[in-house]
T-cell receptor, first 117, second 116 residues
Framework: EAQVTQNPRYLITVTGKKLTVTCSQN?????MSWYRQDPGLGLRQIYY???????DKGDVPEGYKVSRKEKRNFPLILESPSPNQTSLYFC????????????????FGSGTRLTVV | DQQVKQNSPSLSVQEGRISILNCDYT??????FLWYKKYPAEGPTFLIS?????DKNEDGRFTVFLNKSAKHLSLHIVPSQPGDSAVYFC???????????????FGQGTTLQVKP
């Protein structure tokens, strides 16, 4: 089954304790991206990757890191989480990225609800 | 600055009637617009898209209209069904080489409730 898999689904952590949220897709998609969803703000893009070893900042990258060492995986790293990073996080992938021609839609993972206390 | 705006946080319609969800954008360099539907505890799912060279795209009960001069798009659902109750997000992407290359920019979302 074609899908984007995020882990964990739920995570409660303490301020300053490094964590990684994993994202994996099995569709051989070139483009992957991370979003956070907050009430009243919709989905805001954190980082994206157009291909392996090619990553760039989205609109809210502060406090986050990513890596794209292989096509299928795009982990989101919070080096020193803070309470304002409490949010619902989504990973997404697509065959082509925005601005690369026809956009057929993006496949999203089921989300990771992160609470930082 | 919010480049894509959905000014109605919620909408309630009766089953069988038309649902109209609206979205405004500010950047004339957007070339594709998409609508996503999201149920609780699930990720958003792609619904329908439209290129900036078109003004209408239809897929079954769903039609998206684009008015470039007004920088406005709308999603029409006819007839509305209780299973359509969800949060709807519009999103926009920019031309390759623009400052928004690689970015898919979402609105705040509109919660649609279809009453039986």
């Amino acid at each position: 089954e074609a899908q984007v898999t995020q882990n964990p689904r739920y995570l409660i952590t303490v301020t300053g304790k490094k964590l990684t949220v994993t994202c994996s897709q099995n569709m051989n998609h070139e483009y992957m991206s991370w979003y956070r969803q907050d009430p009243g703000l919709g989905l805001r893009q954190i980082y994206y990757s157009m291909n392996v070893e090619v990553t760039d900042k989205g609109d809210v990258p502060e406090g986050y890191k990513v890596s794209r060492k292989e096509k299928r995986n795009f982990p989101l790293i919070l080096e020193s989480p803070s309470p304002n990073q409490t949010s619902l996080y989504f990973c997404a992938s697509s065959f082509r990225g925005p601005g690369q021609g026809s956009v057929s839609g993006y496949t999203f993972g089921s989300g990771t609800r992160l609470t930082v206390v | 600055d919010q480049q894509v705006k959905q000014n109605s946080p919620s909408l309630s319609v009766q089953e069988g009637r038309i649902s109209i969800l609206n979205c405004d954008y500010t950047n004339s360099m957007f070339d594709y617009f998409l609508w996503y539907k999201k149920y609780p505890a699930e990720g958003p799912t792609f619904l329908i898209s439209i290129s900036s060279i078109k003004d209408k795209n239809e897929d079954g009960r769903f039609t998206v209209f684009l008015n470039k001069s007004a920088k406005h798009l709308s999603l029409h659902i006819v007839p509305s069904q209780p299973g359509d109750s969800a949060v709807y997000f519009c999103a926009a992407s920019g031309f390759y080489g623009s400052s928004n290359t690689g970015k898919l920019i979402f609105g705040q979302g509109t919660t649609l409730q279809v009453k039986p």
